[in-house]
């Protein structure tokens, strides 16, 4: 009695609520167990424990060549879960490793089918195709990959000194652009006012005094005006009338 009751508390099992067992009866697959506490046969039953959480594998940095056959190291996080416990266990020997080197596959001909600038800029739709990939390849593992995304992506010391220039360049140039459209502004207005003082003389002098009295504020000591030729011609022939005048008055 007491060695039945040994065999028969060998045969209890007991899995937590993120645990699943793979049932083997005589080598043959018999069903799933789990959660919670479960009897098996002792000796003509094996069991093989998978973890239902997300599994979370870290894919070293792999260097491989672009489309426009740049030299680049790229690393990656990949996050699965299992969907299927018999598939887990029956189709594949390791599903941890063989997502790791499907993932790594994956990356390699992805980044190989783009250009440099697409990988730097466009991470989100590289990802994504990553992960399609890897979901198919993983789907018949009874496997689903929730999450791929690079990490890091390495480029040559060339290259960073050859990107720095080419963005240096094209900071000048819309910084030219820029000047350039507000000279061209400046221009534009000032043909406008050259036009309109052309129009009404009275503005010129109008903006003269307006020049002085600006001039004046800054306490220079010494303030030089010029004054228009027909100003200066009216005060000449209004003085030679003066003295004519005079000499008249005092014959």
Excluded: C
Excluded at 221 to 226: E, F, G, N, Y
């Amino acid at each position: 009695m007491i060695l039945l009751l040994i065999i028969l508390l060998s045969g209890l099992k007991i899995d937590n609520e993120y645990q699943r067992s793979v049932i083997f009866r005589l080598g043959r697959y018999h069903g799933i167990k789990g959660p919670g506490m479960y009897w098996i046969f002792p000796v003509i039953d094996q069991r093989r424990q998978v973890d239902m959480r997300t599994i979370t594998v870290d894919i070293e940095s792999q260097e491989t060549v672009t489309k426009d056959s740049v030299t680049v190291k790229v690393n990656a996080v990949l996050y699965f879960k299992i969907n299927d416990p018999k598939k887990a266990i029956l189709e594949v020997r390791d599903y941890t490793n063989a997502t790791y080197q499907a993932s790594l596959t994956a990356l390699r001909n992805v980044i190989g089918q783009h250009n440099l600038d697409e990988i730097l800029k466009d991470r989100e739709t590289i990802n994504k195709a990553i992960r399609t990939i890897v979901d198919q390849i993983t789907d018949q593992w009874g496997l689903n990959v929730e999450y791929l995304e690079m990490k890091d992506v390495e480029i040559p010391q060339s290259m960073q000194r050859a990107m720095a220039k080419e963005a240096e360049a094209i900071r000048e140039k819309r910084a030219r652009m820029i000047k350039a459209e507000g000279e061209y502004d400046a221009s534009a207005k000032l043909k406008d006012a050259a036009r309109f003082i052309a129009e009404n003389p009275a503005a010129l002098e109008l903006r003269r005094m307006q020049m002085i009295s600006e001039v004046g504020a800054e306490q220079n000591t010494t303030t030089i005006v010029l004054m228009p030729s027909d100003f200066v011609t009216l005060a000449k022939s209004i003085s030679e009338s003066l003295q004519i005048k005079s000499d008249k008055e005092k014959k």
